[in-house]
């Protein structure tokens, strides 16, 4: 349904996004995880054509025999919102605060599918209460603000699928909400995801929200897509030095772990894009280094030149 | 004991909402009460909205409890006189979960850290050269001294920002969320930055947080916030394997 070959994303300041190639299946449930500046972000906009303006893209996407890249506004529109919908991490930005929520699901609706307005709301209703809101239909009348961080951010999950996409790609949806409420938010993700045959990519910082949710698993570093598989084989059996070092950073629940011992790290800091090493960005950091690492780049999966096939 | 915080109460009014009737109560923190020791990291875990930035504000003087008593050295710190309160607040220091809000863009860092040691009457020379060695304490060079926060990543201002509370000696560092902002590899490099300085400083932390990993990665004993009550403290061993209270269970659930 979604092939990436070869995608590019490049900025004055340096290259943002290197030669990303990747492919999703309808119903597939991907995650994309890494820290900041990894170009998560920028890969879920580029899906959408919507990189910034500043920046030169290179590559293709494909969707559904679609081209996106260098494709004209006007069939951009018709797929962002129709065919693929976005989630972003901020509800309260995402929605606008002087409408009430019915009439926010209920634009889509008449806008894309030309429904009347009663029709609109009887099915903004619904699609509330698909989401899990109580009590649907007084919750049309309610303004955002009067909504609660999660409930908020399960509009913006009814809002995205007004129009019955193929494919939802939720950035961050649960960095801004509290532990619980995530939890019950990626429940619903994967929930809807399963009813619908919906893809869904889940773009991430944390590991341990996409092993919830993906059955895929691409990890992202300095713009490179470093390792991609099965979400329990990359989780289990990392094989990327980059992807090995964060999961053994992460803090685990343990009662056992001897507390004189220092975690283990990864040292040093994502370098600025502008600061980019030309072969593979990981060198600098990485602890098994080899000579030629620097300057050339590593293909394949993992690309690494230690580890890749 | 170092800290003690006996039956803490705080409120605060919500705007008014309607003309004739009273401002709605928040009641931010309950009936709280516990101690921190020499040494010792207490883990504070909560959700936001459970109280436990008042009560790090609390345990910093910068409000006092509406009922009940913050006890530092068996001083209470509400009955004390600004000038002894001014000398008490140097006990206990504070860092913040933004290292970008938390440091003046227009200083150097050398400026930034020494600045705490203003009140302390050292002369220059002398807060120039401890600001050098804390900088060198936190794993910068003392060479950064005449850059300016921008020139930093967020871990790395994290770690100015701690260079910082630690300048004056404190005896007591509260860090509300100090990891929170930062990237998973960073995070582990800030937390095993501040075990060491409670290792060889014997620096007691109230280390807050709304990562049950995080806090349990560097906590001796655990309180778990549920609005505006602790309704569970114990040591982290104890927390992490036989969790009691529901809401602690409830957590670990999610986590």
């Known amino acids: 349904m979604l092939a990436v070959s070869g995608l590019s994303v ?10 990303a190639s990747m492919t999703l299946a309808r119903g597939e449930r991907l995650g994309i995880a890494g820290e900041s500046g990894s170009g998560k972000t920028l890969l879920g906009l580029s899906l959408l054509g919507m990189a ?32 693929i919908a976005m989630v972003f991490q901020e509800p309260l930005s995402a929605l606008n605060p002087l409408r009430r929520i019915g009439d926010l699901i209920a634009e889509p609706l008449r806008l894309h599918r030309g429904m009347g307005r009663a029709a609109a709301m009887d099915r903004a209703a619904a699609l509330l209460d698909e989401v899990g809101l109580p009590d649907p239909v007084s919750r049309l009348r309610q303004f955002p603000h009067e909504m609660s961080g999660g409930q908020r951010q399960r509009v913006t999950i009814a809002l995205a699928l007004a129009c019955d996409p193929d494919l939802l790609i939720a950035d961050e949806p649960t960095t801004a909400l509290d532990v619980q409420v995530a939890a019950l938010i990626l429940a619903l993700l994967r929930d809807l995801s399963e009813r619908r045959r919906m893809a869904l990519i889940l773009i991430s910082h944390d590991l341990r929200a996409i092993a ?10 300095g713009g490179d897509l470093v390792e991609q598989g099965p979400t329990a084989q990359v989780l289990g059996m990392p094989r990327h030095p980059y992807t090995r070092g964060l999961i053994a950073a992460r803090p685990i629940l343990s009662a056992t772990r001897d ?13 600025a894009l502008s600061a980019l090493p030309p072969g593979c960005r990981f060198a600098g950091r990485c602890p098994v280094e080899l000579p030629h690492c620097r300057t050339t780049r590593p293909t394949g999966n993992p690309a690494c030149h230690r580890e890749g096939a | 004991m170092l800290l003690r915080v006996e039956n803490a109460h705080r409120s605060y009014r919500l705007p008014r909402t309607h003309l004739l009737r009273t401002a709605p109560l928040i009641r931010a923190v309950q009936d709280v009460s516990l101690t921190v020791g020499r ?3 207490l883990g504070i875990v909560g959700e936001s909205g459970s109280g436990k930035s008042t009560l790090a504000r609390m345990i910093m003087g910068f409000e006092p409890p509406d009922q009940g008593h913050v006890r530092l050295n068996g001083q209470d710190l509400a009955t004390l006189g600004a000038r002894v309160l001014r000398q008490a607040r140097r006990q206990v220091q504070m860092v913040f979960q933004d290292p970008y809000d938390s440091l003046d863009p227009r200083r150097s860092i050398g400026w930034s850290v020494a600045e705490p040691l203003l009140a302390g009457g050292m002369d220059a020379p002398a807060r120039h050269a401890r600001a050098a060695d804390m900088l060198s304490r936190v794993g910068l060079s003392p060479a950064d001294m005449a850059r300016y926060p921008h020139e930093f990543s967020g871990g790395q201002r994290q770690r100015i920002a701690i260079a910082r509370a630690i300048a004056p000696e404190p005896a007591l560092l509260v860090a509300d969320e100090p990891v929170a902002a930062l990237d998973v590899s960073v995070q582990a490099q800030v937390l095993n930055l501040l075990m060491d300085l409670n290792r060889h400083l014997g620096l007691a932390m109230v280390f807050i947080s709304h990562d049950l990993a995080v806090v349990a990665s560097i906590a001796d004993r655990i309180a778990v916030m549920q609005a505006g009550r ?3 403290l114990g040591t982290t061993a104890k927390i992490v394997t036989t969790p009691e209270h529901p809401y602690t269970k409830a957590l670990f659930a999610a986590a």
């Open chain 1, 212 to 221: 919830r949710v993906t059955d895929r698993l691409a990890i992202m570093y």
């Open chain 1, 10 to 19: 490049t900025f004055d300041a340096g290259q943002a996004l290197r030669d």
């Open chain 2, 230 to 232: 602790i309704v569970e």
């Open chain 2, 39 to 41: 040494g010792e990291i």
């Open chain 1, 259 to 271: 507390r004189s011992a220092p975690l283990p790290t990864i040292p040093g800091t994502v370098p």
């Open chain 1, 52 to 83: 910034p303006e500043a920046a030169s893209v290179t590559g293709s996407v494909v969707f559904d025999g679609q081209h996106v890249v260098g494709a004209a506004e006007r069939d951009l529109r018709a797929l962002r919102g129709q065919r």
